[in-house]
Structures are given as structure tokens and as C-alpha cells.
């Protein structure tokens, strides 16, 4: 029975990893720069290099490790 727990637990952890490494690594804005068409939140030419593997395998083994617990306790 202290599987899904501890699943529950390491699989919102592997999400608050990914939520912070993609918002928390860099300023989402600069507020003194009002010389902006459309101000927005969204950083000049970031990409998609925050959603690759490099920077998120640790979230999403987390993840991954918390599913597998999630399914071993649900058919335990």
C-alpha cells in the first residue's frame, strides 16, 4: 500500500521539476523595455530548447518512476 503514496509524491515532484526548470531558469520579461509592438511574457527567440531531453530527463524519470509505483500498487 506505500507505493501509491510515494508514487503520487515522486510523480508531482517530477512535475514541479519540468514547471521549474522551463519558468525558473531565465526572466520571463523585461519590464523597462516598453519599445515592444505587443508587450508579452514570452523571452525573444527562445525556442524549443527548454522542452528537450538534456534539461528534463531528471523530471521525467521522476515521473516515470511515480507512474510505475502508481500501477504496481493499483494491481497489487
Do not use: Y
Request: proline share 7%; charged share 15%.
Amino acid at each position: 500500500m506505500w507505493e501509491i503514496p510515494v508514487g503520487v509524491l515522486l510523480f508531482i515532484c517530477g512535475l514541479l521539476f519540468l514547471f521549474w526548470k522551463a519558468l525558473g531558469q531565465r526572466r520571463l520579461s523585461d519590464p523597462h523595455k516598453l519599445d515592444q509592438e505587443s508587450p508579452t511574457l514570452e523571452p525573444r527567440r527562445q525556442g524549443l530548447r527548454f522542452l528537450g531531453l538534456n534539461r528534463n530527463w531528471p523530471g521525467l524519470g521522476l515521473m516515470a518512476v511515480g507512474a510505475i509505483l502508481l500501477i504496481s500498487g493499483a494491481f497489487a
